[in-house]
């Protein structure tokens, strides 16, 4: 495809982190409301019990598919047809199914019960949001599309239009009857699965047939100057049913073998990994260490610590993989690859690594002195009182530090591991997903909730020992070394030691809450000019290639 892969991907994660924090700002506000008149506990069933099954369902379904899919558009060699990659994406269909039908019986019947006047809504919630899965997933081959073929502005719109359905009919039936905040909650999820089913195959209906359109004009010599379809002259659909599943022209098999054994992979890859990013919630849902109550404290909390993670990580994150699945052949080596794309996927790598490192490190810094101030302004004094908010809001920002360049070097490995390392890595993956749930569940019972915080930071640590030791192999025999850009300048680490000391002071003696937030505004605004005094360069380059594909674009 003519398409420019690292313009997109740049393009992608710019509005995905404006859509994040949108979508964080709702949500945050949304969850401030429940605490403050509805209660904790309703909040604990929504965002611990309720999206914890959203989340397995999903991710089980679709992140193994999703990503051998998108690999496979890349490689040249074996490269699957166009509707074995559409019968692909379906397979997350019966997937899902065939998964909530335990998910949902394990979740009402084998899980810490919730109290009994919650009963009703809860099991009538729980058979909603196993459908919306379903509902959702059924979009996922045009879904695919749009992230194959660019269309960032369409993703994003549908995204945003999702969450804002989503949260404007929960707040309106949950105004008329706090009581019934958890039935709102399941309605919400139903009618936004349905948003992003019609959204995306209407969009594709018009947009194939007015394609369809554009080709005709131009092979009838008519010129018509649509920037929509420029660089589409290879779009492979010409009918909004070949989205469908088993549609085959050919004599293609309906399914690519080398491609299904990618996804054996990935799919034993994912049940560990979700295992990892979820596993504190679980440990919550399958023991009684933790009260409904203080699973929402610590779901506030942690979300507010991921703040970084869910508006700039994780859209980076993504980005970059698509980026790097499209630039890096998985089973060529690095020296025999073309020379020009690898140097450009090494020095992208290593900017990524500067800027994401940077900001762990703002965020621990300025979180010791500011987490009782945001947990404040949040959930009030009564929210605050103990303590206990703030210390999980202050470690969380060391877990930052270590999501943040976590996030990135194993989403490099993902992206160009052969099927064999990913096999050999999934193992490894076992015994994190196993240690981590031990230490959790040991951690927590010492220390109370932070006990999750300590366990997921040193699960962290091991895996960036292994991702790390991956990519200096990979780009030793070309001498490059992309993780330089983990190691900040001396200047940025001065301003940071000299404004978190200054920041500690403000809030140990300042009795003015706006002093305080000011003098954290500046010593920020100082921390990012040194920053860009050691990293001019990359500013200019940045700045220059932004100018250049404004004049590209006009």
């Known amino acids: 495809m003519t398409r420019n892969v690292l313009h997109s991907s740049l393009l992608n994660a710019g509005f995905s982190i404006i859509f994040q924090i949108i979508c964080r700002f709702v949500t945050f506000g949304i969850n401030a409301f429940i605490v403050r008149n509805v209660g904790r506990d309703v909040l604990g069933v929504m965002n611990v019990r309720l999206l914890l099954l959203e989340s397995t369902l999903l991710f089980l379904s679709r992140e193994a598919i999703n990503r051998a899919a998108l690999s496979a558009t890349s490689q040249q060699k074996d490269k699957c047809s166009w509707p074995q990659l559409i019968n692909q994406m379906w397979l997350t269909v019966p997937t899902c199914i065939a998964l909530c039908i335990p998910c949902t019986y394990i979740w009402l019947d084998v899980l810490t019960p ?7 809504q809860y099991k009538f919630a729980c058979y909603a ?6 509902i959702e997933l059924c979009a996922e081959a045009p879904v695919f599309l749009t992230q194959v073929f660019c269309f960032v502005k369409l993703k994003i719109f549908l995204n ?3 969450i804002m359905v989503r949260s404007a009919l929960f707040i309106w039936i949950v105004l ?4 019934i905040a958890i039935d709102a909650f399941a309605i919400a999820q139903l009618a936004s699965a349905i948003v992003i089913f019609i959204g995306h195959y209407a969009f594709f209906y018009f947009y194939i047939k007015r394609l369809n359109e554009h080709k005709s004009n131009k092979k009838n010599d008519q010129k018509e100057d649509d920037p929509m379809f420029q660089s589409m002259d290879d779009f492979p659909f010409q009918r909004l049913s070949e989205l469908l599943p088993f549609y085959m022209e050919n004599k293609d098999t309906y399914f690519n073998p080398k491609l299904q054994i990618l996804t054996l992979s990935f799919i034993k890859q994912g049940v560990l990994k979700q295992i990892l990013t979820e596993g504190e919630k679980y440990v919550m849902s399958m023991s ?3 009260s409904f109550s203080e699973q929402a404290t610590y779901d506030v909390v942690n979300n507010l610590g991921s703040l970084a993670a869910r508006f700039i990580f994780r859209p980076i994150e993504e980005s970059s993989y698509f980026y790097f699945t499209q630039t890096i052949s998985r089973d060529v080596q690095l020296e025999k690859q073309n020379i020009a794309k690898v140097h450009e996927a090494g020095n992208v790598l290593k900017t990524l ?6 900001i762990g490190l703002l965020a621990f810094t300025f979180g010791q002195s500011y987490s009782h101030t945001l947990l404040l302004i949040y959930g009030g004094a009564d929210f605050v009182a103990g303590g206990l908010p703030e210390s999980l809001l202050k470690w969380h920002c060391l877990a930052i530090c270590f999501m943040a360049v976590n996030g990135i070097t194993e989403g490099y490995m993902f992206a160009t ?5 990913i096999d050999k890595y999934n193992y490894l993956m076992a015994i994190f997903s196993i240690s981590f749930l031990i230490l959790s569940y040991i951690l927590t019972s010492v220390f109370g909730p932070v006990g999750f915080i300590f366990a997921n930071c040193i699960n962290m640590f091991c895996r960036i020992c292994y991702s790390t030791k991956f990519i200096l192999h990979q780009y030793r025999p070309l001498g490059m070394n992309p993780l330089l850009g983990i190691i900040p300048g001396n200047l940025f680490i001065l301003a940071l030691i000299t404004t978190g000391l200054l920041s500690k002071y403000s809030m140990i003696t300042m009795n003015s809450l706006l002093v305080h937030v000011g003098i954290g505004f500046v010593g920020v605004s100082v921390c990012l000019c040194c920053w860009g005094i050691e990293h001019l360069d990359l ?15 006009t």
């Open 288 to 290: 009684p260490v933790l």
């Open 539 to 553: 500013l200019k380059m940045a700045w220059k290639k932004g100018k250049q594909l404004k004049i590209k674009k």
């Open 353 to 358: 690594c500067i800027g994401v490192t940077s």
């Open 114 to 120: 919730v109290d009994d006047h919650l009963k009703s």
């Open 129 to 134: 949001v196993a459908l919306s899965c379903v």
């Open 417 to 421: 591991n052969t099927s064999k390392d």
């Open 160 to 162: 945003t239009l999702h």
């Open 176 to 179: 008329k009857d706090h009581s």
